[in-house]
């Protein structure tokens, strides 16, 4: 029982859109891991607000406009020298798809004691599967504990200021559905 050489987390969602919460998650995880794998898993389910490739976009612009260094010169290279990826998974398992990306950890964000509950089943069925690569949560810091993707677009729909929930690329992107308003 030994740490692994190079540690690789996975912190998947649906990130529709990504928030400023899903950011002090990644923050924390590249502070922590060697590399953060960020992945976009799609649920049938789930009517998305964004495309997942525009979620893909804004995922990478709001990584870049928290933390300008992450971004090569030419902005299309690996960020933060390839500490940190971002991608989407169809059809797989959260455990089978970070078995094929090579994630030595799996990263869930944690807000409030409701989710407690959701992310305690989901780590008691991912250690059953495959208890080789733990399940790591981190707490959003105080001001991100009430910040959701639900939140962002409710807010958005009702016309309020959703600054304080997503970065600019994000609000951008809500203004372009709604015609620029």
């Given at each position: ?86 991608a989407e998974f169809t059809n797989l398992s959260l455990i089978r798809y970070a078995r094929t990306i090579g994630a030595t950890h799996i990263v869930r964000g944690l807000r409030e004691a409701s989710d407690f509950n959701e992310e305690f089943n989901l780590h008691g069925v991912a250690g059953r599967i495959d208890p080789s690569i ?48």
């Amino acid at each position: 029982m030994r740490k692994a050489e190079r540690t690789k987390a996975l912190y998947a969602g649906s990130f529709d859109p990504i928030t400023r919460g899903h950011l002090d998650i990644i923050g924390k995880a590249l502070m922590t891991f060697d590399a953060v794998h960020v992945a976009i898993g799609t649920n049938v389910k789930k009517q998305r607000a964004f495309s997942v490739e525009e979620s893909l976009r804004l995922i990478r612009r709001s990584v870049v406009e928290l933390w300008p260094e992450a971004e090569a010169a030419g902005g299309e290279g690996p960020l933060f020298g390839g500490a940190l990826e971002v991608a989407e998974f169809t059809n797989l398992s959260l455990i089978r798809y970070a078995r094929t990306i090579g994630a030595t950890h799996i990263v869930r964000g944690l807000r409030e004691a409701s989710d407690f509950n959701e992310e305690f089943n989901l780590h008691g069925v991912a250690g059953r599967i495959d208890p080789s690569i733990p399940m790591v949560h981190f707490i959003c810091d105080a001001p991100f504990l009430h910040v959701s993707s639900s939140t962002a677009k409710e807010l958005d729909a009702m016309g309020e200021d959703i600054a304080w929930l997503v970065m600019p690329s994000v609000q951008a992107a809500f203004a372009a559905r709604h015609g620029g308003k």
